[in-house]
């Protein structure tokens, strides 16, 4: 990642991955531009499935107060600049901005963006004849990287092509389609812009966080998928009672120390004002509930993540079906919170 600075503003800028290629550009103002690699940068075969296509993010915003990241970092113990150390701090808040982009577009497409991972991994590298296996260090180079400019860039490249925000968010992506946005995605961006600081901007992009982090764990555990799913709802269900009257809240449920009004009931109004008010929906949403407090009470996993025992082909099947309309429902649910602020 590299930052640069001009009036007042910071711009970093990033190689991110999505499991769908990006072809083309999107740009909102001076504030976030995404667009492809050119053919010399190191890419997935086109056909290869569930592969990690390379793309570069470019993120504006105020430049940090080094003076208050040393305060906050330091614990007001530390009050002369020190320029290693202050380095080291503005570093760290940029790496914040990056989570942050990376959070808000795993809500805002379809797709879980990441970014590139610092680890070290067992690779293997020759051909069948002559495999060997090597300790190595993971990562993505693109020589021209370096050589894109100080500010935001101007690709010769088409437009990232955008889907009716209705169609975009009701249908999955299909696996061998392009990246593509809805066309809501810079209401959404600017929306997002406009929160205010503090509680309401900081239970949203927790919320996003958490879904960005829980699709992150699907290939470690559906069971954490989904309560972190759910988890991320429950942040802006709590925002928006945040002012509820305490004096209905008094009894705590049993098992998990939580108000009993009524939490099942706050999560079920969230669900019908800002996802779908079908009685079906309802039924699902209920069914949500029910199943996460399943895993998170009495570990009843789902089917995929069950060990020591074989179990039914449906049944991991159903549990996976399930899986993905919530992680759909989610996402609805996260886009039209926001839209309604």
């Known amino acids: 990642m590299y930052s640069y600075h001009r009036d007042e503003k910071a711009m970093i800028r990033f190689i991110a991955f999505s499991p769908q290629p990006v072809t083309g550009y999107f740009r909102i103002n001076n504030r976030l531009q995404i667009f492809s690699l050119p053919d010399d940068a190191p890419k997935p075969e086109r056909l290869q499935s569930f592969a990690d296509h390379p793309f570069i993010v470019e993120y504006s915003f105020k430049e940090p107060n080094v003076d208050e990241l040393r305060n906050i970092m330091t614990n007001d113990t530390q009050e002369i600049s020190d320029g290693v150390l202050d380095h080291f701090f503005q570093s760290q808040y940029y790496c914040s901005k990056q989570q942050e982009i990376l959070s808000i577009l795993s809500v805002f497409t379809r797709y879980l963006i990441t970014k590139e991972q610092d680890q070290h991994c067992w690779v ?22 370096r ?24 249908n999955p992506s299909i696996v061998g389609e392009h990246f593509r946005f809805s066309d809501a995605s810079v ?29 992150e764990a699907w290939p470690i555990s559906h069971s954490l998928t989904y309560i972190g799913v759910v988890s991320s709802l429950e942040a802006l269900i709590k925002f928006d009672h945040r002012k509820a009257d305490r004096k209905a809240e008094r009894e705590a449920c049993g098992e998990c120390g939580q108000p009993k009004y ?64 919530l992680g759909q429902a989610a996402r609805i649910c996260l886009v039209n919170w926001l839209m309604k602020r």
Request: charged content about 25%; hydrophobic content about 35%.
């Open 124 to 145: 293997v590298e020759g051909d069948e004849d002559k495999f060997i296996g090597r300790f190595a260090q993971a990562g993505y180079f693109w020589a021209g990287f």
């Open 147 to 170: 050589e894109l400019g100080e500010w935001f860039s101007t690709p010769n490249l088409p437009q990232i092509d955008t889907v009716d925000a209705n169609t975009y968010y009701n």
């Open 187 to 215: 209401s959404l961006f600017e929306k997002y812009l406009s929160l205010r600081d503090g509680e309401e901007r900081e239970a949203y992009l927790s919320a996003c966080v958490l879904f960005s982090q829980a699709l």
């Open 262 to 325: 009524k939490v099942r009931q706050k999560f079920l109004e969230f669900m019908h004002t800002y996802g779908n008010s079908d009685d079906s929906y309802k039924r699902f949403a209920d069914q949500i509930y029910a199943r996460r407090s399943g895993i998170g009470h009495q570990g009843k996993l789902l089917a995929g993540d069950v060990a020591g025992q074989v179990v039914s082909p449906g049944d991991e099947f159903g549990d996976l079906h399930e899986l993905r309309l």
